[in-house]
């Protein structure tokens, strides 16, 4: 197995930062070759948590983590783009539903089909006992993390 290339123990935050990076790259790569070049890694915030029946931007502010003022900016980006459309709300007249279009609705299958190819790519790198272990270690963190309410369900 190769050696990890740095001079001194990293932070597992920077571990975490430079493995999502990787996994990132790996799925813009296929997204981009697959004729969707216009999807950037903030992107991925709207499509993780846009739901079928449509949500209001600032739930998916909430689920994402970040502020709605950014979220509503990369919603406007996906809308011009043609990913998403803002719908009324069923209920709330002042409100909006984010939904994604016909285009946007290829961009999901397409990334869950990549990330499958970066985590077989993985297995073949680390073996299945340690990438396994990583897993069920990750989930068990954010698990925790969900019960503390300090992580996004």
């Given at each position: 197995m190769a050696e990890a290339p740095f001079k001194n123990t990293p932070s597992l935050g920077v571990l975490l930062r430079l493995a999502h990076q990787q996994f990132s790259s790996g799925v813009d790569e296929a997204l981009a070759e697959a004729g969707f070049d216009d999807?950037?890694?903030h992107h991925a915030s709207v499509f993780t948590y846009v739901s079928d029946e449509g949500v209001p931007v600032s739930e998916l502010a909430e689920k994402a983590r970040v502020r709605k003022q950014s979220m509503a900016q990369t919603v406007e980006e996906l809308e011009t783009l043609g990913y998403v459309a803002r719908l009324?709300?069923?209920t709330d007249k002042r409100a909006r539903l984010v939904v994604l279009t016909d285009r946007g609705t290829k961009i999901?299958?397409?990334a869950?089909?990549?990330g499958k190819r970066?985590?077989?790519e993985w297995l073949?790198?680390?073996g299945p006992d340690d990438l396994?272990?990583?897993r069920s270690t990750l989930?068990?963190?954010l698990a925790s993390l969900v019960i503390e309410n300090k992580v996004a369900k």
């Open positions: 999807i950037r890694p009324p709300h069923p999901r299958p397409l869950m089909t990549s970066i985590e077989e073949q790198l680390v396994k272990t990583t989930e068990k963190i």
